[in-house]
């Protein structure tokens, strides 16, 4: 999975959508090593660099929002903290620290203009928190303030990118500087929501959704009827976005609830954090209702006790032996 390039850790999706068996961890090690491109191994402990002007290599070609930059090799000696220009200013949402972004970025060093990895080429954005232990550091400092619809240019001393252990995966040595150019396509937190059109609920003998899109958890109305004994996976709030496929890791918003009680018993609104999961490391009720859905749309989850978890539930998870579950997903972004 090149587009992984920057991360520290692969997030992990919540213990009570796993599958059966901890496959997170070594399928996140088999990612890592297949990959060609850079991944930091460890969390910097040093301080907040200060955020300089310059020097900046000069964006030769490319020069649009979207477009894969060309960036000239650097000239001089780098600044040995985080240098950071905003060359086109969006007018979107403030990404804050914390934050999910969706981002297209290049990559390349200081001395040769060598490209060390690049998202244009891969026609698939990046989608990463800029949180600590998930990014490496000068990512989280040069981006944290700027908007939806910039274009930011950097550069990084080792001190906040792969550290004095360089990556030698992407050819990068312990004393390179590195230089950056981030278009920023997205941003997301606790508050985000579905976008898209409404689409009517007219079985009455499913559960009813909100269609609230003010960050805070849709209500879910089960009705006093018998539970489905096939999988529902039905559109709430159509969204514009790419369909996801088998394959994909996603970042959602999420309420789960018993059929027969209706009391929750998973949420990240609760938590007040976002998730991000392999559609192939859920249960099947969630990877076969989530295939074929659009971005950005909300969609009613329900799912009988042989695509759940049937006499086998997560221990601790309030889900009792062949429950029906309930769930209404925001998917927010395609990673």
Known sequence: MRRRSLLIAVP???ATLAACGDEDSDSSKASESASPSPSASETSAAPA?????GPLPAITAGTKFGEKPTVAKGSGDP?????????????GQTVAENDYIQANYLGQIWDTAKV???SYDRKTPLVIQLAQGSIIDSWRY?????????RVLMSTAPTWGYGKQGNSQAGIKGTDTLVFVVDIEGTFNAKSSAKGKTVAQDDGKLPKVSTNTDGKAPTIDVPKADAPTKLVAEYVIEGDGDEVKAENTVLVQYKGVLWDTGKEFDSTYS???L????LQQVVKGWAQGLTGKKVGSRVLIVIPPKLGYGDNPPAGSGISKDSTLVFTVDILAKM
Do not use: E, H, Y
């Not at 600044?79 to 007018?91: C, L």
């Not at 040069?142 to 910039?150: C, E, N």
């Open 275 to 278: 998730t991000s999961f392999s």
């Open 49 to 53: 660099p200060k955020i300089v002007d």
């Open 12 to 14: 992990a999706g919540m």
């Open 79 to 91: 600044s040995d903290q985080v240098a950071v220009k905003t060359v086109i200013a969006g007018g």
């Open 116 to 118: 060390f990895d690049n």
């Open 142 to 150: 040069a981006l944290a303030g700027k908007k939806v619809g910039s």
């Open 271 to 273: 938590r007040k954090s």
